[in-house]
């Protein structure tokens, strides 16, 4: 296919993560070629602008934009459209992938990294692995998981890996941010189960580039410190006011999201394992 040139990835959903995504791959030893999509025309000049051969393309939930065939001529996909459930419903993110399954069919391309989310597991009250949530009865999300399954369905086609990443935060998303002079929150005993996004652009580029060729990963920090310790940390980071606490019988349910699979598969290290450390910048 592409063999006599670079490799080309496609990026559907080039926002927060995907456009560093785009970024990081430009620079990469790999020399890849990206192609990048967005939903908002007046983005297209900023992806062309770093690089990016730029689409216009949404899902709503069938599929529109211009030119947008051009995403489907890569070696790569990586599929990155947050599933908006409050605001669309719970059906519409699983149409919106059944019709990105169906341009794929007909695409020639060699492997799939979808970005999934660890609201897929219910609170169990102790560490949750993949294996803990296999079909949507299983899931406080079961459109998640159905959608999850859909794009599994392109197996037989293309390698097929599906990525559920804990709560993503760096840079401007500092957990403080959300928190800061907040009275009397009832969930500080709670573990967090966050990732650094300069973590999840490596993982991806890591899978792009060796051969994993399916499965379901979790993508989250090794380590869980409590929120009130990431909250206060954060805070006193920025100077902000701390938010106060209720010392409560710590019977809010929990789940602790473990990403051991993925370290044992890939050798993966991670550049933040400890969410008291992250990186932010205002």
Known sequence: MHNTSSPTVSIIGCGWLGLPLAKHLLTSQEHYKVIGSTTTPSKLELLSAAGITPVLFSLDPEPKGTHYSTLFHSDFIVVDIPPRLAKQGEDFHTQQVKHLVELIKNSEVKQIIYISSTSVYPELNREVREEDVLVPEQSP????????????????????????????????????????????????????????????????????????????????????????????????????????????????????????????QTGYSYLFPDPLSFFYEM
Request: hydrophobic share 35%; aromatic share 8%; charged share 25%.
């Open 141 to 264: 999300v079961p459109s998640m998981v159905e959608a999850e399954l859909i794009m599994n369905g392109l197996q037989s086609k293309c390698d097929v890996v599906i990525l559920r990443c804990g709560g993503l935060m760096g840079y401007d998303r500092i957990p403080g941010k959300y928190v800061r002079g907040k009275k009397n929150l009832t969930t500080g005993e709670l573990p967090v189960n966050y990732v650094h996004r300069d973590d999840v652009v490596n993982v991806i580029t890591y899978l792009l580039k060796n051969p994993v060729k399916k499965g379901v990963f979790n993508v989250v920090a090794p380590q869980h410190p409590t929120r009130k310790m990431v909250y206060e940390a954060s805070c006193r980071q920025f100077g902000w006011e701390l938010p106060t606490f209720l010392e409560s019988e710590s019977n809010e349910p929990y789940k602790s999201v473990s990403g051991d699979k993925l370290m044992a």
